[in-house]
């Protein structure tokens, strides 16, 4: 039997919503991990692992957000090419849709972390 759309499309934004959290927790331990890295003086090839560990998780920080949008956006798209939707389902998956452009504020957000983060660091 298969789910009634809403709550399809109920388990879908909650994936979506909870990749993006992830996303701001990735991120924020990241500056966490890089703001530590800063305070060490006593070998800086410690420094250097820890900003590969903070350019590692951002990285997958952005992969991960971005799988969840491309899939979010996937089955939309699946969503109204293969069932008849009436008014207020198409209603409610077009207003559905644009939680995906959020992730994408999201991704732009990491993407800049990266930069500012080497950029401060190469400051030193």
Known sequence: MVQPLFEQLSTQLNFLLLSQRQMIL???FSMAIATFGTN???KNSNRI???????????????????????????????KKDSPLDKDEKKMVDRSKTWVYYSYLLIIVVVSLIFIIFKMRNLD
């Open 26 to 28: 990735i991120g924020a």
């Open 40 to 42: 060490i003086t006593s």
């Open 49 to 79: 692992y820890l900003m590969y560990l903070v350019l590692f998780l951002l990285v997958y920080g952005i992969a991960m957000g971005l799988k969840a949008a491309l899939d979010f956006n996937d089955f939309i798209e699946d969503v």
